[in-house]
């Protein structure tokens, strides 16, 4: 998707509809530098918000991620080639969530590290070497809690009973046993517990 061509049109509709970028702002209870970045291909209107604007512009919102009032003719081609591209937008984004929670993992685990060995090797106290350690553990601790966010929502996971793919809850994920990126939990759809797989496609019709 071109941003610029969607913030142009999105200027264009808003101009026609006679509003000003802080009129069109206080109906969708945002800023106007929101609206402003927009219009320049900063930044693209969020999903909760995207059917709002559209109606207040008048337009679809397959309109809009095309950056032009699409013809009949070529209403379903352009609409299949936007949800491609929202599709490997998600992929790519998931992607990098994943891989920051391998770094993350591993920048926590440095002073965790360096506390155990310290604490082994050097002869201090033992209520030093608990501080030491407890010093070691809390940036592991910390990024926990987002470590886990990014496993719920990177990507799905996948029930080995029914093939159901879906967006497991928060808890779900928090208390699930699992073996790398490879849960026990229950499948909201049939109701079993498996080990579900995390995967990055969505290709079940349907799925959430």
């Known amino acids: 998707m071109d941003q610029v061509k969607i913030g142009k049109f999105i200027a264009e509709r808003r101009k ?24 320049t291909g900063k930044s693209m209107p969020d999903t909760s918000i995207m059917l709002e604007l559209c109606d207040i512009l008048k337009i679809t919102v397959n309109d809009l991620l095309c950056g032009e ?47 155990v060995v310290f604490a082994a090797v050097m002869p201090l106290e033992e209520w030093i ?23 719920q929502n990177a990507g799905y996971y996948e029930c080995r009973k029914c093939g159901h793919i879906h967006i497991p809850q928060y808890s779900s994920v928090f208390l ?8 026990y939990m229950r499948c909201p759809k049939c109701g079993k517990m498996s080990w579900q797989k995390k995967v990055l496609h969505n290709e079940e019709s349907g799925s959430t």
């Open 16 to 39: 026609k509809s006679n509003l000003t970028q802080m009129q069109l702002a206080e109906k969708l209870n945002i800023t106007d530098r929101a609206v402003s970045k927009w219009e």
């Open 69 to 115: 009032v699409v013809t009949v003719d070529n209403y379903n081609r352009e609409l299949e080639n936007n949800l491609l591209e929202i599709i490997s937008q998600k992929e790519q984004a998931d992607k990098r969530l994943l891989i920051t929670e391998i770094v993350l993992g591993i920048i926590c685990l440095i002073p965790l590290t360096a506390a």
């Open 129 to 151: 070497k608990n501080i030491i350690l407890i010093a070691g553990i809390i940036p592991l601790l910390a990024a926990t809690p987002f470590a886990i966010k990014i496993e």
């Open 176 to 183: 699930a046993m699992h073996i790398n990126r490879t849960r």
